[in-house]
T-cell receptor, first 114, second 113 residues
Framework: NAGVTQTPKFQVLKTGQSMTLQCAQD?????MYWYRQDPGMGLRLIYY???????DKGEVPNGYNVSRLNKREFSLRLESAAPSQTSVYFC?????????????FGAGSRLTVL | GENVEQHPSTLSVQEGDSAVIKCTYS??????FPWYKQELGKGPQLIID?????GEKKDQRIAVTLNKTAKHFSLHITETQPEDSAVYFC????????????FGKGTKLSVIP
């Protein structure tokens, strides 16, 4: 049982380059999320998708776009990477909203922007 | 919006001792409070949660208490073991229907053998 799978695990970009982080879950969860984790800042929500076909902004959406490709997959795109986007990114999923359901997290993607 | 404060940021205990991590929240409408444990190189994993209709919940060596009047909740780990060493995050949400889960900044717990 794979759970939540994120790719790539590590990536180094130059300022201005673009990239997409991929996330897939095999638990038939309805909701998916992208968080970023910075030292001393905890986990902050970037975007979420409550259900297939919907996406909404979280706390720190600027500089990011997302696509809910289907029920299983939720991607995060950086169109023009900036050093401030250096972070560890976590994808998560849940049956419903995190206010009543457990979040299952992936192992994370460490992104460095030079 | 919700603001969750978590203390301490680091905590070292001797193996076998107890550890307590405390969180406060600002939104009186919050009613769901989970705790996540993050081991090195892994994603966070839920270890226990509590809803506002109960004051305490236990699961083996782990317990969580909630004081809604004071808007604070705490994680208690008894008989700590080296495998308890990790970063712990508290969080708060308005419950069912809410997609905003606000996390504290984390506590790095080190259990010294």
């Amino acid at each position: 049982n794979a759970g939540v799978t994120q790719t790539p695990k590590f990536q180094v970009l130059k300022t201005g380059q673009s990239m997409t982080l991929q996330c897939a879950q095999d638990m038939n969860h309805n909701s998916m999320y992208w968080y970023r984790q910075d030292p001393g800042m905890g986990l902050r929500l970037i975007y979420y998708s409550a259900s297939e076909g919907t996406t909404d902004k979280g706390e720190v959406p600027n500089g990011y776009n997302v696509s809910r490709l289907n029920k299983r997959e939720f991607s995060l795109r950086l169109e023009s990477a900036a050093p401030s986007q250096t972070s560890v990114y976590f994808c998560a999923s849940s049956v419903g909203g995190p206010g009543a359901n457990v979040l299952t997290f992936g192992a994370g993607s460490r992104l460095t922007v030079l | 919006g919700e603001n969750v404060e978590q203390h301490p940021s680091t905590l070292s205990v001797q193996e076998g001792d107890s550890a307590v991590i405390k969180c406060t929240y600002s939104d009186s409408a919050s009613n769901y409070f989970p705790w996540y444990k993050q081991e090195l190189g892994k994603g966070p994993q839920l270890i226990i949660d509590i809803r506002s209709n109960v004051g305490e919940k236990k699961d083996q060596r782990i317990a969580v208490t909630l004081n809604k009047t004071a808007k604070h909740f705490s994680l208690h780990i008894t008989e700590t073991q080296p495998e308890d060493s990790a970063v712990y995050f508290c969080a708060a949400s308005r419950g069912a229907g809410s997609y905003q889960l606000t996390f504290g900044k984390g506590t790095k717990l080190s259990v010294i053998p």
